[in-house]
Nanobody, 115 residues
Framework: QVQLVESGGGLVQPGGSLRLSCAAS????????MGWYRQAPGKQRELVAT???????LYADSVKGRFTISRDNAKKTVWLQMNSLKPEDTDVYYC?????????WGQGTQVTVSS
């Protein structure tokens, strides 16, 4: 089964930028939708952004205009470019791959937005 490994999280000041990467151990072209989700302690995991195999994107209202999701099937990687970060963007960010019958999750990467 394909494994997903996130990287790029860290501490950033409000207004700053981070770029998260999700590297897959195998092909991602089989996954209809790749996505990023986030979760705070004690809260439900929520969708941040998704991208289909043909490049169609979907964003949570809270990140529209600030975050950009992209994927490169040849590189087996999905990225999340996060700009104009706010303290409320602080969460653990998870990469997800959705196939027709199953979903794969990464282990998560912490993003902290604080001055």
């Amino acid at each position: 089964q394909v494994q997903l490994v996130e990287s790029g999280g860290g501490l950033v000041q409000p207004g700053g930028s981070l770029r998260l990467s999700c590297a897959a151990s195998g092909t991602i072209s089989n996954f209809m939708i790749m996505g990023w989700y986030r979760q705070a302690p004690g809260k439900q995991r929520e969708l941040v952004a998704t991208i289909t195999n043909d490049g169609g994107t979907l964003y949570a209202d809270s990140v529209k205009g600030r975050f950009t999701i992209s994927r490169d099937n040849a590189k087996k990687t999905v990225w999340l470019q996060m700009n104009s970060l706010k303290p409320e963007d602080t969460d653990v960010y998870y990469c997800s791959a959705l196939a027709s019958t199953y979903r794969v999750w990464g282990q998560g990467t912490q993003v902290t937005v604080s001055s």
